[in-house]
């Protein structure tokens, strides 16, 4: 078993930023990619960000690059997403899962582990 706790989300402003972390406990969180979804009200949930076990290696939808960066302390157990000039369309419950696997996985269903979610709010 892994447990995923994410912090960091908050009320900002367009043009702010904001840093997401996400703690892992249990097992060893070190060998599975992690990644970042987010959900927005009446919005199926969405990929948005991913980085393999090694930390080498990340991928991201086309709507953040430039702006988010994901990144994780191996030494922490902690993965996270530093998100710059947030725009209205970022507010979502944003989430954590980790993936058993080499690859950084876009598909939520090969995620085996889930956080409980953050709520990131852009006013404009």
């Known amino acids: 078993q892994v447990q995923l706790v994410e912090s960091g989300g908050g009320l900002v402003q367009a043009g702010d930023s904001l840093r997401l972390s996400c703690a892992a406990s249990g097992r060893t969180f070190s060998i599975y990619a992690a990644g970042w979804f987010r959900q927005a009200p009446g919005k199926e949930r969405e990929f948005v960000t991913a980085i393999d076990w090694s930390g080498i290696h990340t991928d991201y939808i086309d709507s953040v690059k430039g702006r988010f960066t994901i990144s994780r302390d191996r030494a922490k157990n902690t993965v996270y997403l530093q998100m710059n000039s947030l725009k209205s369309e970022d507010t979502a419950v944003y989430y954590c899962?980790?993936?058993?696997?080499?690859?950084?996985?876009?598909?939520?269903?090969?995620?085996?582990?889930w956080g409980q979610g953050t709520q990131v709010t852009v006013s404009s």
């Open positions: 899962a980790a993936a058993l696997g080499p690859d950084t996985p876009s598909d939520s269903e090969k995620y085996e582990y």
